[in-house]
């Protein structure tokens, strides 16, 4: 990431946000962050402190699970609290596009492969999908995917869970988005798969300067993929640096604890860089 983007006058996105559920009434309380053209932002803590819920709003899709939420978000200068339903249905997977948790279950199981990438391109592209086909062939060989006919012919049941992943994280990129949100899109993943999965956002990033906001509480991916991090405890954000900062100097008790419950096998290398 150049340095321009960090310093950019314009945050790709500028966040400032409260939001609660008719049973959680302070879910999250004067969140405020940005993103820049080009980062990746880490949005860690633990399970249950909002994190979520951060990606449902910027979606303007909180309503959905029956919260309400106040406040500002401008993506790109503009403040989508005025943007329609309709405005935001061109928004969502062109300019801003979302990698779920639960890999297999994120998939629709009755659908081959082939035409949930169908549909995701067609959500948002006039071009036909025969004439568009090997680009998107070449996606998934560009995500470490089978590009042939054969894999687009499966469903989701008779693929790994990494290879779903892969197919959200190529479904969520198929028109180049500016911001990718991924929601903790190693939780289910196997230790090599997560290395792998990382190193792919770290690659897409890195190729189409794609700004990426990255939510988990998993510390140590964070330190091996993030250029900074915002803590966030109880629906408050206490700390915000760069990863290097946030791990070799945390300045928040919250913070602390969160690095000292780390395993000490050996320091997390890589701090604060893509691999």
């Not at 919260?67 to 801003?96: N, P, T, V």
């Not at 779903?164 to 990129?173: F, S, W």
């Not at 954000?237 to 000292?260: N, S």
Request: charge should be neutral.
């Amino acid at each position: 990431m150049s340095e321009t983007a960090m310093n950019g006058l314009t945050p790709l996105l500028s966040v400032s946000l409260n939001a609660s559920y008719p049973n959680r009434p302070h879910v999250l309380e004067d969140v405020r962050f940005d993103v820049q053209q080009g980062e990746i932002l880490a949005l860690v803590g633990q399970s249950g402190c909002g994190k979520s819920t951060i990606a449902l709003c910027i979606l303007k899709l909180l309503g959905v699970k029956g919260g309400s939420a106040s406040g500002a978000i401008k993506f790109q200068g503009r403040d989508l609290e005025w943007a329609s339903e309709r405005e935001m249905r061109a928004i969502r997977g062109r300019q801003i596009a979302m990698v779920p948790q639960s890999p297999l279950s994120s998939l629709n199981p009755a659908l081959r492969i082939g035409a949930q990438l169908k549909e995701a391109w067609r959500a948002h592209a006039e071009e036909e999908w025969e004439a568009a086909k090997p680009r998107v062939l070449q996606l998934l060989e560009s995500v470490d995917l089978p590009c042939d006919e054969g894999f687009l012919r499966r469903v989701p049941s008779q693929i790994s869970v990494g290879q779903a992943q892969r197919v959200l994280i190529a479904m969520a990129v198929i028109h180049r988005p500016r911001l990718l949100i991924a929601d903790e899109p190693t939780s289910a993943l196997d230790l090599i798969t997560q290395r792998e999965v990382l190193d792919l956002f770290a690659r897409l990033n890195r190729e189409l300067n794609m700004a990426i906001l990255y939510i988990s509480h998993d510390l140590l991916s964070v330190a091996a993929l993030c250029h900074r991090a915002a803590v966030l405890e109880r629906g408050r954000i206490v700390e915000c640096g760069t990863a290097e900062q946030i791990f070799e100097r945390p300045a928040h008790p919250y913070t602390r604890r969160l690095i000292d419950a780390l395993p000490r096998v050996g320091q997390p290398s890589g701090v604060g860089q893509s691999f």
